[in-house]
């Protein structure tokens, strides 16, 4: 839940009313009233950052859907503080469920978090409208690396916000012989050890790479294949999670896995035991990126938030909260001034700072067109739901 904005009186203009004694002095004058100016302090003491670049705001509400654990409290708080707009945060664990109620006609969404295969379905649709890039200067803040994708052609749809490698986690304390590729996660040793995303795109494709097939098959027999793969993973794993996977690692729940990237890094700070390793088949990679719905109602609110929240004095804080691979190179470089206890971590670790090997030999998730349909009832029937 968003905090009550904060007020505070910074200053009181007083008036001394002074006694003339003289005949016919004229009367006092009246006291001017006090001058009352907005606290920018959140009640957890963040103080927050003007904006780099002041939007003109008229709605009193915005309305987010995203990614469960994605946004940092003091965006929010500190939004409602400068921009007097109320945040509405509703949350999703995959993207079909996002892609399914924004299709079954929720209109009331202003800005939502797709990752990658999913945007182009949403545009083929209709979902989403274009970007009005004269109110977003906050694209200057990104590394050229993260725009003009295929999924995107000229960012015209979407912004970055963060990416990863969906790849394997294990604790070094309880698993002495850890596995080197996605394959090696169906052996026996680690039947009801295992923690894995509630994710159809990634586990399936994950099964395909063992199989040698491209993770983006639409080829139906190959699909199959993969089912009967992915079936017999299932009855090794004792958890599916998108919404906190780490904490059943962290909790000694379960030994090893496969979790979001900013999961494995946050695991590994806490315990240094947890190590992330890219395996020989290729790691799937992945970006997640602001969007408009196409009916949104508050569309000045949302450029005034994506501005704000990705200017460096605000993105920084991605570091400390969800440690991704971070699109926003000016937010980095301000970390490393200002925050130096988040940058070298964040810099130094395999996770957040992959490999060039493991990155050019990772595998990106696409629309699959039609074939979605396949992959939705693979995912139904092999974890019987």
Known sequence: MSKNIVWKLMAMVMMTT???????????????????????????????????????????????????????????????????????????????????????????????????????????????????????????YLDPNYLDLPFDP?????????????????????????????????????????????????????ALLTLGYDVNTTDEAQLMEAKEKVAELVKNTKLFDSDSPKTALIAGDVDLGIVWTGEAYTAAQEDENFKFLYPSEGAILWQDNWAIPASAPHVDAVYAWINYTMQPDMFYLMLRDFPYLNPNKAAIEYAKINHPDLYEPFVSSNVTNPPAEALAKSHVIEDVGDALVIYDTIWTEVKGE
């Open 154 to 206: 000229g960012n015209e749809y979407t912004m970055p916000y963060e990416g990863g490698l969906d790849s394997i986690i294990y604790n070094s304390a309880t698993v002495p012989n850890p596995p080197t590729s996605f394959a090696d996660l169906w052996k026996e040793e680690y039947a009801g050890r295992i923690v894995l995303l509630d994710d159809s795109r990634v586990v399936i494709g994950m």
């Open 18 to 140: 002074l006694v003339l004694t003289a005949c016919g002095a004229p009367a006092a004058e009246p006291a001017a009233p006090a001058v009352v100016e907005k606290n920018m302090t959140t009640v957890d003491g963040f103080v927050c950052p003007q904006p780099a670049h002041k939007m003109e705001v008229t709605s009193k509400e915005l309305n987010l859907y995203v990614w469960t654990e994605y946004i940092p409290t003091e965006w929010k708080d500190c939004f409602e503080l400068v921009y007097d707009v109320k945040i509405n945060h509703d949350e999703y664990s995959s993207n079909e469920e996002m892609y399914a109620k924004l299709e079954a006609g929720s209109t009331n969404y202003d800005v939502v978090l797709p990752t990658d295969y999913i945007i182009k379905l949403m545009i083929n649709k209709g979902m989403l409208q274009k970007l009005d890039k004269a109110k977003l200067p906050s694209f200057d």
